[in-house]
């Protein structure tokens, strides 16, 4: 499976780019970033440096996903999302020179496995977004996401519970939960979803 790589994306020589990943134009990718295979960065974006994506991650338009972000299998960032790595952002020191790579330490942003972020939304490092989270377009975090969460507005809050299907859980009574689309039971525990593995009767 080749890499696919547009000329007019800028991709360092020192990063590395798995098989069946897709570069589209205008891209950035810095040196050091790993991207798993059968990625897609879309028009536009920017990966920073180091930044490391598993398997089937999808990057769109316009997105800027700063180092040292971490993101899991099968991720999708929608277009113009950020992903911050400064806790103080500062243009200069207390005393007016210029602020230097020494002057403060990057935080990334961390995306578990199957978490997908909306279009235009703000994650504030160092957040971790929980496996197949959900965080809705225009949507700023500010803290952790828990698994299967769906997480809208300024700051996000969780407002329903998603599937791995990406869709709304609907509620099956006892703090139980299930997805309309693939029949997959999940149970709620204080603040928790964890899908049900355990046999059902009818």
């Not at 996903?65 to 952002?89: K, M, Q, R, S, W």
């Not at 407002?159 to 939960?177: H, M, S, T, Y």
């Not at 997959?184 to 046999?199: N, Q, T, V």
Request: charged share 20%; glycine share 12%; net charge negative.
């Amino acid at each position: 499976m080749a890499v696919r790589i547009v000329d007019s994306a800028d991709v360092s020589d020192d990063a590395t780019v798995g098989d069946g990943s897709s570069i589209w134009h205008l891209a950035q990718v810095r040196e050091n970033a790993v991207l798993g295979e059968n990625c897609v960065v879309g028009r536009g974006a920017y990966i920073g440096t180091g930044v490391t994506m598993g398997d089937g991650c999808k990057v769109q338009n316009y997105a800027l996903v700063y180092e040292p972000a971490v993101l899991g299998t099968g991720v999708f960032i929608g277009p113009a999302v950020v992903l911050t790595n400064d806790h103080f952002p500062r243009a200069v020191n207390p005393d007016l020179t210029p602020k230097s790579a020494h002057d403060w330490e990057p935080v990334g942003v961390t995306l578990k496995d199957g978490a997908s972020v909306g279009a235009r939304a703000v994650c504030v490092a160092p957040v971790t977004i929980g496996a197949w989270a959900t965080v809705a377009a225009g949507a700023v975090v500010t803290k952790d996401v828990p698994d299967y969460a769906l997480v809208a507005g300024v700051p996000a809050k969780r407002i329903r519970w998603v599937g791995q299907a990406g869709v709304p859980l609907e509620a099956d009574g006892d703090n139980r939960w299930i997805c309309p689309v693939t029949g997959d039971r999940y149970l709620e525990s204080g603040d928790k979803l964890a899908r049900d593995e355990s046999p059902h009767y009818n």
